[in-house]
């Protein structure tokens, strides 16, 4: 597809509003947004832009100067003070909670099984909870006992099942993001994992060690007496949980991981040859984080390079740029428009990704200087591309992210995106 937006839906805005100018009351989404870049100060800098581009947030959503400058019809700027310090107290208590939580179920979990290691709960910035929607959390819980990561060995073919049995024909090859995780890939791999609960010759089976981790967790939430708190979700091929907080439920993913922070994956093909973006000094300092292969099939564990994303969106805008806060709109606009929900299927790591693969088509400091051509930028591509039902890892571009999201619902967020990219009304004051 091309650059530009394909022609959906049908042109509703008056002529007033195709000029950039929007007399009368505004829209619901605009009344939103006017009450988020009104008070930009209050909220926490990871959710939002900084307080000097809210007059450009306004021109791209077609916001006249004198609705940027008057609160919203029936309200007041402490009304609206309120609302914004209770979404964000929300939100830091949601955290708190779910941290305490976690740490007591994993905390139990280790001590019945020295293979699994405690999630720490953290006053501040803990990297083994991401927050892939406001009521989705994906947690690393890590594993213990293998050290020294040698890389692949020699191919040989499986014929087993996860019952042990053997089979006629080999088991399927790893594919894109997966591998498979042998204990002879380790310099150092304690007795346990040599056991019938977890390993068929000489292979670590992710099933296997999310069912022993899913048995473990059940006795968890009953030994520490969160039955009334928590509950274990049917899923074959992760261990979820329904976790009531006190802004409401949310869902937790519990992914056991073998990090190998002293190694880069093979099959991640980065950084690409004749690409400016990152410098070759970060990205040695990016590819020092190593990755991580976590439990989430039968048969195949995956990649994963969340440390490694983590040190490279930090290191952003240090030219002076405007990266994330693109980012962060882009974000909101998401989960308050195009794609809102308790498990929505397009995720902030799916906007992270878009993000980076934007970084490197254009790596200079010009093209993140002027923010409302790059925030329109960031959202061309993900409409790309969403409409396509394709968008490449950053890392391992042979692997399609939305290979296995529902088609019905990409085609219900491209349709929103493309109406936002038919009517941004770029016009700056």
């Excluded at 990755?291 to 994963?304: D, E, G, K, N």
Aim: aromatic share 8%; with cysteine.
């Amino acid at each position: 597809m091309a650059d530009g937006v394909s022609q959906v839906g049908k042109e509703n805005f008056s002529e007033h509003s195709r000029r950039g100018q929007v007399p009368g009351p505004c829209s619901q989404l605009q009344r939103s947004f006017i009450q988020r870049v009104t008070l930009l100060g209050k909220l926490p800098t990871r959710f939002v832009l900084h307080r000097d581009r809210k007059q450009k947030v306004a021109a791209i959503l077609g916001i006249g100067q004198e609705a940027m400058k008057s609160p919203p019809e029936g309200g007041s700027d402490d009304c609206l003070l309120s609302k914004v310090d209770l979404r964000r107290q929300q939100i830091s208590q949601t955290v708190e909670e779910v941290q305490k939580v976690i740490h007591c179920l994993t905390a139990e979990v280790s001590h019945q099984d020295s293979r699994f290691q405690a999630v720490a709960a953290s006053d501040t910035y803990n990297d083994g909870i991401k927050v892939l929607a406001p009521s989705l959390f994906h947690i690393t819980v890590p594993l213990k006992g293998l050290a020294g990561y040698r890389g692949a060995r020699a191919q040989r073919w499986r014929y087993y099942n996860l019952q042990g049995a053997k089979l006629t024909c080999p088991l399927r090859d790893p594919e894109g993001l997966q591998q498979w995780l042998e204990t002879e890939q380790f310099v150092k791999a304690l007795w346990p994992w040599h056991q019938a609960d977890v390993n068929i010759e000489g292979d670590i089976v992710p099933a296997k060690v999310l069912q022993v981790f899913r048995t473990l967790v059940e006795n968890a939430v009953k030994t520490c007496h969160l039955s009334g708190k928590v509950s274990v979700l049917a899923n074959r091929t992760a261990v979820r949980l329904a976790m009531e907080t006190s802004a409401g439920q949310v869902e937790l993913e519990l992914a056991p991981t073998v990090e190998i922070p002293t190694a880069w994956s093979e099959k991640a093909q980065w950084p690409r040859c004749l690409k400016r973006w990152p410098s070759a000094e970060k990205v040695e300092c990016v590819k020092s984080f190593g990755f991580s292969l976590v439990a989430r099939s039968s048969y195949h564990w995956q990649l994963s390079f969340s440390q490694a994303e983590q040190v490279l969106f930090e290191q952003l805008d240090k030219d002076g740029g405007c990266r994330k806060q693109c980012f962060r709109v882009m974000r909101q606009l998401k989960e308050d428009v195009w794609c809102p929900g308790r498990r929505p299927v397009i995720t902030t790591q799916h906007l992270q990704t878009v993000l980076f693969w934007t970084c490197e088509k254009y790596p200079h400091l010009k093209d993140w200087q002027v923010f409302h051509q790059a925030l329109l930028r960031l959202v061309r591509k993900l409409h790309r591309c969403v409409s396509q039902h394709f968008l490449k890892h950053y890392f391992v571009p042979k692997s399609n992210l939305l290979q296995s999201a529902n088609p019905t619902e990409l085609d219900a967020v491209a349709q929103k995106v493309a109406f936002f990219l038919k009517n941004p009304q770029i016009t700056l004051p």
